[in-house]
């Protein structure tokens, strides 16, 4: 009885080996594609309160433009942890990651650049990339610009990034009302939110080697914004970026669905971004 007891446990323990090579074995090969340094993944960010399916229109239409035949997902949870679903596939070089803050509701920019950056470093530790993307809508911005702030020279380099209706100066009801911002000719504003000095740094730091698309909307009803955050306030961005970035450029789109929440399912927001991404690739 006790020989045939020990027989069980030996198998089992057998048994569990072989599982547990067989996982590490499928490890391995998500983190040591062949020619790591050809993959170049897109990272998304959504707006305040929102989550990954925010992103889902934008992501499939690059699918279906050829980009790439892969989409997965990084969870960040409320402690900052990140966990990913779904893998790079051998050959696919232009993955890419939708990324889901689970406290979406946090009003920290700060907090959501370090959440960005996270998100960034954690995925090229597995993959070992050396370059990316970025796509933001609303608040997904500012964690793009707060995770740039003080960046290491070990992060992998950023080649592309895509705002979409950024607030980096002010939000409409809050700190800002129709109309109301200046921008000086080099885009500079006359008055600046706290959050917008904070990210000045950057004049000095912004990666050379970026070209930056900047998306806003203009619901064309006289308030030259889109509904919840001015044009000048997305514009500002050029002071933050432009006399660093590799180019810089602007697209206004008008209508009632440049609405500021319909902007990341807006089909002309889509073929704005198909044409950048897929630009010289």
């Not at 000095?204 to 009803?221: C, E, M, S």
Request: charged residues 20%.
């Amino acid at each position: 009885m006790k020989r045939r007891l020990l027989l069980f446990l030996v198998v089992g323990l057998l048994v569990l080996g072989l599982a547990a090579c067989g996982t590490t074995s499928s490890q391995s090969t998500a983190s040591n594609l062949p020619n790591a340094s050809k993959y170049e993944p897109t990272l998304f960010f959504h707006g305040w309160g929102s989550s990954y399916r925010a992103e889902e229109q934008m992501a499939h239409s690059l699918v279906n433009a050829g980009l790439t035949k892969t989409i997965m997902r990084a969870t960040v949870s409320k402690q900052g942890r990140v966990s990913f679903a779904g893998q790079f596939r051998e050959g696919d070089y232009h993955p890419i990651v939708e990324v889901d803050f689970k406290d979406s509701r946090n009003s920290n920019p700060r907090q959501w650049g370090q959440w960005a950056k996270a998100t960034v470093t954690t995925l090229q530790q597995k993959y070992h990339f050396k370059r990316f993307n970025v796509v933001g809508h609303s608040m997904g911005n500012m964690a793009i610009m707060y995770g740039l702030l003080g960046n290491s020279a070990k992060m992998p380099k950023l080649q592309k990034q895509v705002d979409i209706a950024g607030h980096f100066n002010g939000i409409l009801g809050m700190n800002d009302e129709p109309n109301r911002m200046k921008l000086q000719p080099n885009g500079k504003p006359t008055s600046m939110q706290p959050e917008y000095r904070a990210l000045l740094p950057l004049r000095q730091t912004y990666p050379r080697q970026t070209a930056v698309l900047n998306i806003y909307g203009d619901k064309d009803d006289g308030s030259h914004s889109d509904g919840s955050v001015s044009n000048a306030s997305s514009q500002s961005l050029r002071y933050l970026v432009a006399d660093r970035a590799k180019s810089y450029q602007e697209r206004k789109i008008v209508g009632p669905n440049a609405q500021h929440s319909k902007l990341h399912d807006n089909v002309q927001v889509d073929r704005v971004l198909i044409k950048f991404l897929l630009g010289s690739k």
